[in-house]
């Protein structure tokens, strides 16, 4: 089994900055591609950023791209999601997921391809 730790959420103000982290643990952390969703109430889970196992290529929401930067260090958990700039639209859950597969350095933006989950980690921007 894999298990994922989320943390680092937070209430701040526009414009301020947060750092998440995903700690997982419980199976071979450097085989695994990992993303970040984020969730308001009422609305389905939406993509944020990506990152591959091996080589780190990464993705992200047009919504987030160049605030939010995602990284992993394969030799030990957690990874992050740096979010800087942050908007009251940023309010929502986070959740950091991990994904099973055999293929090397794909990114999965769709959250069906993600075979475990945090409980995730509430942020909120206001204004």
């Known amino acids: 089994q894999v298990q994922l730790v989320e943390s680092g959420g937070g209430s701040v103000q526009t414009g301020e900055s947060l750092r998440l982290s995903c700690t997982v643990s419980g199976r071979n952390f450097s085989m695994m591609p990992i993303g970040w969703f984020r969730q308001v109430p009422g609305k389905e889970r939406e993509f944020v950023a990506a990152?591959?196992?091996?080589?780190?290529?990464?993705k992200y929401a047009d919504s987030v791209k160049d605030r939010f930067a995602i990284s992993r260090d394969n030799t030990k958990s957690p990874v992050y999601l740096q979010m800087i700039s942050l908007k009251p639209t940023d309010t929502a859950v986070y959740y950091c997921?991990?994904?099973?597969?055999?293929?090397?350095?794909?990114?999965?933006?769709?959250?069906?391809?993600?075979?475990?989950w945090g409980h995730g980690t509430q942020v909120t921007v206001s204004s």
């Open positions: 997921a991990a994904a099973v597969t055999r293929v090397f350095d794909v990114l999965f933006t769709c959250a069906r391809c993600y075979a475990y």
């Open positions: 990152i591959t196992q091996r080589n780190g290529q990464t």
